[in-house]
């Protein structure tokens, strides 16, 4: 199984740009993001900036979220809000591009928190960043979040988000199976491997309760994982826990 740090969410210590070669330091080869500029539309120089960051640690992008809004006051992605659209799609072409410069292989594009969020918006929003995806071989994702922390945000199971990317009817459309939100929410993850693993664009991991690292909590990391590798999952697996005190990165021997 392959991993990948979370640089959103991991290593926030250090600046944005120091993250990629901390990642290497404690032996990863690949890193994930969510939407790492201020706005849709990064200049130039930030991306070049990051892109060298990431390529001078020898380290792969293997997953980068679409601008999903201001996430630390609490928005949840533009995908299906009428008054996000727009911001949504003008990210669009800057993400494609540093995913195609970068090798990335999944973009992840959250739905936005309700009320007032559109389906039809949704689904047009989708299939224009797929076909742009498609360009550099790249995969959108969508992803379930869990209510009891995300309470407006529509998309709460797996069964939501495998409707909404049928409806959607893009190959390179698949779902982002967070497990720790599918777990909070009482889904059986062991056996949503088992049925559908290869609808599985990307996995993110975590343990519950508590969104500590893999084994910090009550989740059966080594049966997941396990089934995961036996279900012929071969994409990176994203680390997207929250970390407290040392030993970040020692979790697969808890």
């Known amino acids: 199984m392959r991993f990948a740090v979370n640089l959103s969410i991991l290593l926030t210590e250090l600046p944005l740009l120091e993250r990629p070669a901390a990642a290497a330091e404690h032996g990863f080869d690949a890193v994930e993001l969510w939407w790492p500029f201020d706005g849709p539309e990064p200049t130039a120089a930030q991306t070049a ?16 979220n679409f601008d999903a ?5 609490g928005e949840r992605g533009l995908l299906a ?5 727009e911001r949504f799609l003008a990210a669009v072409g800057p993400a494609v591009r540093l995913a195609g ?14 009320p007032g969020t559109d389906r039809e918006l949704a689904v047009a929003n989708l299939r224009r960043a797929a076909d742009a995806a498609a360009g550099v071989g790249a995969t959108v994702v969508v992803e379930a979040l869990n ?10 199971s797996s069964e939501a988000a495998f409707a909404l990317i049928e409806e959607v009817d ?19 993850v062991l056996g949503l491997i088992d049925r559908h693993a290869a609808r599985f664009g990307h996995v993110q991991i975590a343990d519950d309760p508590g969104r500590g690292r893999p084994g910090s909590g009550g989740m059966p990391y080594p049966e997941i994982l396990a089934r995961l590798a036996a279900a012929g999952y071969e994409g990176h697996v994203g680390l997207e826990y ?10 697969r021997h808890a």
């Open 147 to 156: 209510a009891h922390e995300n309470p407006h945000y529509p998309i709460t």
């Open 49 to 64: 900036d990051l892109r060298r960051a990431i390529e001078a640690a020898g380290v792969r992008l293997t997953g980068l």
């Open 242 to 251: 929250r970390h407290e005190g040392p030993g970040a990165f020692d979790w």
């Open 170 to 188: 893009r190959e390179n459309v698949a779902f982002l199976a967070d497990l720790y939100h599918l777990h909070r929410m009482g889904e059986d």
């Open 81 to 85: 809000r009428p008054g996000g659209a």
């Open 69 to 73: 809004g201001d996430m630390a006051a």
């Open 101 to 114: 410069e970068l090798g990335c292989p999944v973009l992840n594009a959250l739905y936005g928190n309700g």
